[in-house]
């Protein structure tokens, strides 16, 4: 049985400059039910330092994820980005400010991370609110997204 057998058809693949344990190991410290799954080092007969994570398989609350330490070449981009649903304001609150710290804070529930990953902190009410058209605009206005006020201007 190969490593990658336990794994599901599709696993996002994330690409790090040289920091994957640091982002893994920050990740699950927000994320509940999560877990480091197992890591590929650097041989002695390759390229690179002896030793040296290549790779780290890790899973937040269900997903499965494998982070590289491939180098600066390539970066995160808002073309890819992980939707966290949440059931309430004070869940929204609490990964906001986590994902948030060291990072930076975008339009419409969009946030970086201080890795430079982008993600959506959203209820999962929103595509509900957000049909009404004052609840829409309201949101256009709004970096974390505020369940109350789109509430009160949807009107429900």
């Known amino acids: 049985m190969g ?3 336990s794994f599901p058809r ?4 994330l690409w790090f400059d040289s920091n994957a344990e640091e982002a893994v190991e920050f ?3 927000i994320f509940k039910n999560s877990q480091k799954l197992g890591e590929m080092r650097v041989g002695g007969d390759g390229n690179g330092q002896k030793g040296h994570v290549v790779t780290i398989a890790f899973e937040l609350d269900g997903q499965r994820f494998t ?3 491939g180098g600066p070449v390539y970066k995160f981009t808002e073309a890819i980005s992980f939707v966290v649903r949440c059931d309430t304001q004070q869940e929204v609150d609490d990964y906001w400010i986590k994902l948030t710290d060291g990072g930076a804070e975008m339009q419409c529930g969009w ?3 201080k890795f430079g990953l982008s993600w959506q902190i959203v ?3 929103l595509p509900e609110l957000v049909r009404h058209p004052k609840a829409m605009e309201a949101m256009m206005k709004m970096k974390k997204i ?3 006020e789109l509430e009160r201007a949807a009107q429900l």
């Open 3 to 5: 490593v990658l057998d």
């Open 10 to 13: 599709i696993t996002p693949f």
């Open 27 to 29: 990740y699950l410290s």
């Open 67 to 69: 982070a590289l330490n």
């Open 111 to 113: 946030l970086k991370d």
């Open 123 to 125: 209820p999962a009410r």
């Open 146 to 148: 505020d369940l109350a």
